[in-house]
Each structure stands twice: as C-alpha cells, then as structure tokens.
T-cell receptor, first 110, second 116 residues
Framework: DAKTTQPTSMDCAEGRAANLPCNHSTISGNEYVYWYRQIHSQGPQYIIHGLKNNETNEMASLIITEDRKSSTLILPHATLRDTAVYYCIVSISGTYKYIFGTGTRLKVLA | GAVVSQHPSRVICKSGTSVKIECRSLDFQATTMFWYRQFPKQSLMLMATSNEGSKATYEQGVEKDKFLINHASLTLSTLTVTSAHPEDSSFYIC????????????FGPGTRLTVL
C-alpha cells in the first residue's frame, strides 16, 4: 500500500500561491493521488485528484512528477479561508480505501 | 457536487448506552460507504468499509461487535456504537463512494460523540 509523506506545517501569505508538496514514492501504476482539506471540526473536503497528468479545477492545480513519486498541490491565490489541514492520499489499489497520513497544517497569514 | 449528510451532528450519552449515527448520500447512490474516527489533533483513522447489502469489513483492531454497521440501501449507512464508554468519545466521519462516478470519496460533516 502506498504511503504519503507531507511536511507537518507551512505558512503562506494571503494572496500568494501556496505550494504543498507530497511524496508517494511507492505508488503503483494504477493508483490515484487525491487531495483533501479539513477545516477544524468538519469533514474533509475534496479538492482534486489525478493519475499521471497535471490537473486543474476551480480550487487548485495538481502537479504530478513524471515518475509519479511526488506531487504538489497549488492554491494559486491563498486566502484566510484556506487555512486548514491538507491531506495527500493514495488510495489502496483495488479497494478505493484511503489511509490518511498526518497531513500539512497550512496557515494563511494576513 | 456530491453531498453527504450525517445525523446527528453531535450527541452526548451516558456510559453503557448505544448511539446510532446515520450517513446519507443525498444526490447519488453510494456503492460503498466508509466510516472513520478522529481523535483530537490526530488524523482520520479508517474503521470499516460498508457495501450495500453485505457485511461490513472492519480494519484491524476495530471491534465489529462494538461498532455495528448497517448499509441497508444505496443512500444510507448507519454506525451504532454499542455500550459506549468515555474512551469511545470521538469525531466520527463517514464517506460515500460510487465507482464510475468520479472514483472519489465524499465526506460527511462528522458527528461529535461525547460519552459521559
């Protein structure tokens, strides 16, 4: 089962891009990378996911390296409301189960 | 987008009683639902996988007789904490999944259980 490694915490200035890295060096060829965030005392919110290609939606961009061993979530213009714990998850192949790591606590500073 | 609800949002009960938590997918049929628990300042821990019409699959270390899961329909799963004790106090979160939709889990808002 693939595992992910993320920095424990990061700060970002409001209005700047927030780049959150994730290592998943043991990912299998058919396993997706998912990103969620959790604001205090709420359920995780889906952000984006991808397999090989870079992805973009209204919330964020996901950059996956060519060897798929790492990825970066980009919030292009961080706001105070983006302060949350961000989880990078690789689902367990064939099961769609998620094993959550410790995530990155992002703090957006005014 | 996909909406998942949980009821109740918070519950306080006495030690020894049982508590039922409902998880509903409001705008799609969920072939699978997952149940997690989260202690303060910790990450989510997967408890069990629930497939409609079949028995739940529990993760190692999770007591199936204590945490009863029923997935009676494609939009409803319930988690019953039986004979609750203070150490069962936690934040319980469900997620709903539908293969072929987006292959993505959508999470409910969570239920805060406090056992006195």
């Amino acid at each position: 089962d693939a595992k992910t490694t993320q920095p424990t915490s990061m700060d970002c200035a409001e209005g700047r891009a927030a780049n959150l890295p994730c290592n998943h060096s043991t990912i299998s060829g058919n396993e997706y990378v998912y990103w969620y965030r959790q604001i205090h005392s709420q359920g995780p919110q889906y952000i984006i996911h991808g397999l090989k290609n870079n992805e973009t939606n209204e919330m964020a961009s996901l950059i996956i390296t060519e060897d798929r061993k790492s990825s970066t979530l980009i919030l292009p213009h961080a706001t105070l409301r983006d302060t949350a714990v961000y989880y990078c998850i690789v689902s367990i192949s064939g099961t769609y189960k998620y094993i959550f790591g410790t995530g990155t606590r992002l703090k957006v500073l005014a | 987008g996909a909406v998942v609800s949980q009821h109740p949002s918070r519950v306080i009960c006495k030690s020894g009683t049982s508590v039922k938590i409902e998880c509903r997918s409001l705008d799609f049929q969920a072939t699978t639902m997952f149940w997690y628990r989260q202690f303060p300042k910790q990450s989510l821990m997967l408890m069990a996988t629930s497939n409609e019409g079949s028995k739940a699959t529990y993760e190692q270390g999770v007591e199936k007789d204590k945490f009863l899961i029923n997935h009676a329909s494609l939009t409803l799963s319930t988690l019953t904490v039986t004979s609750a004790h203070p150490e069962d106090s936690s934040f319980y979160i469900c997620s709903a999944f539908s293969s072929g939709r987006t292959d993505t889990q959508y999470f409910g808002p969570g239920t805060r259980l406090t056992v006195l």
